[in-house]
């Protein structure tokens, strides 16, 4: 399967509820995956899961935003082509005015060094 390269002004972003249900993804998010913002949102966001993906790798994502903490990190995704591409993800708690938490994802391209770095890791996690 082939990278599919992001652009310098990619942005993708998405939210999701509690329970990492989506509600809401935007115009880059669904051009760079492949899935229409009908096919995305309600969906678990695992619909992006590329199977190189260390589990612990997750679990540290939610761990660290169950916390209220920002996470930062290298993330492979799975297109719905079948096709991969890596983003560099910012994932953040928000509130809103009736006390609710959702989560924000914000990802940009991420450099060759950065990848590299990430898949050497990977190989190691499980
Ligand atoms: C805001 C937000 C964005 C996420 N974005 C992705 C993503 O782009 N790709 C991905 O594989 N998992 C993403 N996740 C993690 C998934 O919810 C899920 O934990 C992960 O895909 C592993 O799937 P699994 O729990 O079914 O093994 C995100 C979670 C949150 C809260």
Known sequence: MA???????HFLVSQTDEKGVITFANEDFSAVCGYSLEELVGKPH???RHPDM???????????IKSGKTW???????AKSGDFYWVYATIMVSKNHEG????????KRATPEEIAEAEALYRTMV
């Open 100 to 107: 609710e938490t959702s989560y924000l994802s914000a990802r």
């Open 3 to 9: 990278e599919i390269e992001l652009k310098e002004t």
């Open 72 to 78: 930062t990190g290298l993330v492979k995704n799975r």
């Open 54 to 64: 260390p589990k612990a790798a997750f679990k540290q994502l939610w761990d660290t």
């Open 46 to 48: 695992n619909i992006v």
